[in-house]
């Protein structure tokens, strides 16, 4: 079994995100407070605010696992929200990094079905891609990869 799974801190959304949510309550708390807001008016305007970062960490949070014979991709915030397939039934593997500030994603693509949805893998560290390639080939699985110096 090997997992492909980097800390919280070292995703794209990790620390630059806390520490701008951070300055962001800073300003809304002291420019409620010079407008005359109540609290309740401040709680809802940081609710509103933080809601849209947060849903977007939800489609970005994915790792892979690997067993003998199942690849998983797993989001972390929600773990019920996983794709579980089997290394017979893949026909092939798409690994993308575009590199620069964009997020790696890995799509799968079965013979049984219709749509491949792109997992975003910002929990996979980009050193790891080139292991985790090794590691489908070996298995006998088409990967095609762009941006990921594998061999």
């Not at 300003?27 to 401040?42: C, F, K, Q, R, T």
């Not at 773990?79 to 799509?107: A, E, L, M």
Request: net charge positive.
């Amino acid at each position: 079994m090997k997992i492909f799974r980097c800390s919280f801190w070292k995703t794209a959304f990790g620390l630059p995100v806390v520490i701008g949510l951070f300055f962001l309550t800073l300003l809304v708390v002291s420019s409620g407070i010079v407008e005359g807001l109540s609290y309740l008016e401040m709680v809802k305007i940081l609710f509103i605010v933080y809601s849209f970062p947060f849903c977007m960490v939800l489609f970005l949070e994915f790792y892979v696992i690997l067993l003998d014979d199942v690849l998983f991709v797993k989001n972390t915030i929600f773990p019920f929200w996983k794709k579980k397939v089997y290394f017979k039934d893949i026909t092939r593997v798409n690994i993308v990094d575009h590199g620069g500030n964009s997020i790696p994603y890995i799509q799968i693509i079965t013979s049984k079905a219709k749509l491949a949805w792109r997992y975003y893998l910002d929990r996979v560290s980009r050193k790891d891609l080139p292991e985790l390639v090794a590691f489908l080939r070996e298995k006998d699985i088409d990967v095609r990869t762009k941006g990921i110096d594998a061999f």
